[in-house]
């Protein structure tokens, strides 16, 4: 399987809060490491130009990211925008213009994720890489701040998008079965039912969900008399 490096990168809602706190902060680290030297190509519908996104930018790595003057002008001298609403073809025929001769730009506009920005929560498995016997780790841990020179999730998911590893994204065909499942879930109009804090739940989960012998509720004993 031949892979290929994306010669752009386009990430839509350019213009929003996703942009503004996550991917501007990590394109910038992407340019100080060095791992981006590609276009990168903004989308929204904002009646913007290329100007306001760039101040839109810095004003994010300023306040998100740590502003890095070099690393930063390099990323305005990368950036481009495109302006208008994504049901028009017009839109995507000026962002066919926009990646001028790239034949291969990155693919974020049908990807949803959302990370915190610190790991809190994480599995170590042994992931091997097709075709071969040897693989990554992935590293478990239970709470993980991320430091000065550490790479930040969104920059983590953007660089590998770039370089064309799909391995934390969703697939098209998992996320319509998973919501082939929870949506008639969603729809069913399920009753939401009140209970008092500290206990174990609503009285009527019982008239679904009741094990033979009804629910033990477990205490700690406080008294003699208790344990008695």
């Known amino acids: 399987m031949s ?13 929003g809060d996703l942009a503004y706190k996550k991917i501007f902060p990590a394109l910038q680290a992407m340019v100080k490491r060095p791992h981006l030297n590609v276009p990168v190509i903004g989308v929204a519908k904002a009646g913007w130009n ?5 101040e839109r930018a810095q004003d994010s790595v300023e306040k998100h990211g740590g ?8 990323l305005c001298s990368l950036l481009r925008y495109v ?3 994504y049901k028009d073809p017009a839109t995507f025929q000026t962002l066919r213009k926009a990646l001028g ?3 291969h730009p990155a693919q974020p506009n049908y990807c949803r994720f959302q990370i915190s920005p610190d790991v809190t929560l994480a599995f170590g498995v042994n992931v091997l890489a097709a075709a071969e016997d040897t693989g990554d780790t992935v590293e478990l841990l239970a709470s ?4 000065a020179d550490e790479m930040d999730a969104y920059e983590r998911v953007l660089g590998d998008a770039m370089a064309g590893d799909a391995s934390l994204f969703a697939r098209e ?4 079965e998973a919501w082939r499942i929870v949506d008639p879930v969603l729809k069913a109009g399920t009753p939401v039912y009140d209970y008092e804090p500290n206990s174990w739940g609503p009285r009527e989960v019982e008239e679904r969900v009741l094990p033979v012998g009804g629910w033990h509720n477990p205490r700690v004993a406080s008294s003699v008399e208790d344990r008695g």
């Open 3 to 15: 892979v290929f490096h994306s010669d752009a990168l386009v990430f839509f809602g350019a213009t």
């Open 50 to 54: 290329l100007d306001q996104l760039r």
């Open 67 to 74: 502003f890095n003057p070099a690393a930063f002008d390099k």
């Open 83 to 85: 302006d208008g609403d």
């Open 101 to 103: 001769a790239g034949q």
């Open 144 to 147: 993980h701040h991320p430091g």
């Open 173 to 176: 065909d998992y996320v319509e």
